[in-house]
């Protein structure tokens, strides 16, 4: 998120506590109230606390670093790595040239919330991946952000999925620098954490590692449950 990390008191907190005991205890009608004023101030929250909140269909922002510094357009680059033939860097001009894919999913977070019909465009990482030429030896698919330390990992076979985009536009305009852009992974069929932010590599692998939030317990595997 785009927070400054500023100091909140206590007041904020317990503030923010109520509101979402209120949206549990009402239900949808109260939830949707406070997504109408809650979701302008997310992106510049520094605890993460509005996440707690219980918002209806809307979105939450989060980073694991704290703030994140944006790239423009202009700067961006993306590198596709590792057990390739060719590995190749492309700027976000490069990206736009290259056939788009476009549809519209719900987005869901493993932590329970989700957003209902996001239109969603970019580049199938499967055509990234077959404009590199994966080896024999490939396995794995890692996805780097520019954050520094945020990474996920699929399958080759998941990478290769149809929902499985390198977005460059939700909602008809470009991703904002709040949902990861200038360009961020979106994978319909998995859970967020799947969905990397602030995309800077995508890296063949011999393997599967966990990435960030696999090492700290969530599933490997990351497909939503039907």
């Known amino acids: 998120m785009d927070a400054e990390g500023a100091p909140v008191g206590r007041r904020v907190v317990l503030g923010l506590l109520g509101l979402g005991a209120v949206g549990v205890v009402a239900g949808n009608r109260v939830q949707e109230g406070l997504s109408r004023v809650l979701a302008p101030i997310q992106p510049r929250d520094p605890t993460g606390l509005t996440s707690l909140v219980p918002l209806g269909s809307t979105w939450r922002y989060y980073s694991v670093t704290g703030a994140v510094e944006p790239r423009d357009d202009e700067d961006y680059r993306l590198d596709v790595t590792g057990l390739v033939g060719t590995e190749s860097t492309y700027s976000y001009a490069d990206l736009e040239a290259l056939p788009q894919t476009r549809f519209t999913d ?6 329970g919330w989700y957003v209902l019909d996001v239109p969603w465009a970019g580049v199938r990482v499967a055509d990234l991946l077959d404009r590199a ?18 990474s996920v990992n699929m399958t080759l076979a998941q990478a290769r999925a149809h929902d499985v985009i390198v977005a ?15 360009v961020r992974v979106y994978s319909g069929s998995m859970y967020g954490y799947k969905s990397t932010k602030w995309l800077s590599g995508i890296e063949v692998t011999a393997d599967n590692r966990p990435g960030y939030w696999e090492d700290r317990g969530y599933p490997l595997d990351g497909t939503i449950d039907a």
């Open 106 to 111: 719900t987005f869901h977070c493993v932590t």
């Open 133 to 150: 030429a994966p080896t024999d030896d490939a396995v794995g698919v890692r996805f780097h952000s520019f954050d520094g330390t945020y």
């Open 168 to 182: 460059l536009r939700m909602y008809d305009e470009p991703v904002t620098h709040a949902h990861g852009g200038p």
